[in-house]
């Protein structure tokens, strides 16, 4: 195996770790699978910060599994509260006789954010690349749609993995335009809320791999 075949399979185990923390399907039957995953990825952590997201992460997968990080998950990207518009900033600091807003419903949707509806040009651009692919919607592992975070951390996962050179070709593009963009702004809300501890640590291990890929080009 050479060099970049290496890096490839790396960079798709992140992919791969990630997409089973941002889709529920996954993120319910695959206990043993992101304590593997995050036992491999400690050891070759980015920085030490990550390697404590990492330590948490595992204490908590060691101890009681899944159980609580899924009832975080769907607290923090299921539950209909107050869903902020496209572009609104959430406050960095509580400003001062104001209850910092915790129950604001982290969206995964690119054209949310970009758009300020779901189902947007996002998406349409989104179903434009994955038709390109040789990589196809399973729905039994994900229900998203192809402009969800989950499901794009999927396609990623597959492209660079694949044989095909036409997956290979497309790298660049889905990350550049719709990985990157869209994991910024889930890394930024999810920063900004106050009531997090496991997705407080996502967050923060997506930030510092999507500093990577963004370097990679």
Known sequence: ?????????????????FAGLFL?????ERSSVLLNQVKILKENAFNEHDSV???LLQSELERRGVEQILREYT???????????AHEQMPMKRKKGKQPRKNTQVMLYLSHYLEGCLNGKALLKARQL????TFRLNTKECKESEEHLGFLLLLMRHLLLSQDEADKALCAEVSKEL????????TNVLSQREDLSYYASV????QSFLNVERALG
């Open 203 to 206: 967050g923060s291990l997506l």
């Open 53 to 55: 997201h990492f330590e």
């Open 130 to 133: 994955t038709k390109k692919s």
């Open 24 to 28: 529920y399907e996954l993120l319910c």
């Open 1 to 17: 195996m050479n060099a970049l075949d290496s890096l490839s399979r790396a960079r798709a185990l992140y992919y791969d770790f």
């Open 75 to 85: 607290n923090t990207f299921l539950l209909s509260f107050s869903v902020p518009k």
């Open 179 to 186: 990985v990157i963009p869209l994991g910024d702004f889930v």
